[in-house]
């Protein structure tokens, strides 16, 4: 069983490289993004909620993303092996990730992380939500924020997976095959 996280800020490119590790590596793709729009597209109370926090930039509670993340792999008992993308973003949830795939007999076998600059960051996200449709993807001040929150909240899981040998970086720069080749080589490498 093979899981992975696939780590980066907003707009690293994480939902693109994740379709192209889930073909090659047959894993279920888990975005908390995808399972966050699913919620607010149909309107449910866990969709309006983080609806209110993402339209904020801000991150959805713990315990509503933990929910989601449980309620989709109880889906899929048949997957052989999971790639996370958008989670954990926080130390409590990549521990609420490792008590969850334990009490399965699973593990996180790495953590990968886009690693692409802030500048650029901006530049891309702006950039997307001239297509979208996201109103958080055209509005700058929202975007900073949300790389503010991914660099005090976030970037320490990477730090967690660090002190067990799991974490790994890869320049997120290039072109897409370029990326996903050195996404490769690190899984590859576990």
């Known amino acids: 069983m093979l899981n992975i996280i696939l780590f980066g800020p907003p707009g690293s490119g994480k939902g693109t490289q994740a379709a192209k590790l889930v073909e090659k590596y047959h894993l279920l793709h888990i975005s908390t993004g995808d399972l966050f729009r699913y919620e607010m597209g149909n309107n449910t109370p866990l969709g ?23 309620n989709k792999l109880e889906a899929h008992p048949e997957a052989q092996g999971h790639i996370f993308d958008g989670f954990p973003r926080t ?21 990968v992380a886009l690693d692409v600059d802030d500048e650029e960051i901006v530049k891309r996200i702006l950039l997307r939500g001239q297509t979208s449709g996201r109103p ?5 001040s929202i975007v900073k924020n949300r790389i503010n929150v991914y660099n005090d ?15 790994f970086k890869v320049h997120g720069i290039g072109t897409v095959e370029e990326i996903f080749n050195r996404l490769c080589e690190s899984i590859d490498s576990i």
Not at 51 to 60: I, R
Not at 91 to 108: H, R
Not at 153 to 167: I, L, M, N, Q, R
């Open 48 to 70: 309006l909620l983080a609806k209110e926090y993402m339209s904020k930039g801000q991150l959805v509670p713990d315990e509503v993303t933990i929910g989601m993340l449980k």
């Open 91 to 111: 130390i409590t949830q990549a521990q609420a990730l490792d008590q969850l795939l334990t009490e399965k007999n699973q593990t996180i076998n790495a953590l």
């Open 136 to 140: 958080d993807d055209n509005d700058e």
């Open 153 to 167: 909240e976030t970037k320490p899981v990477f730090d967690y997976y660090t002190t067990s040998g799991k974490a």
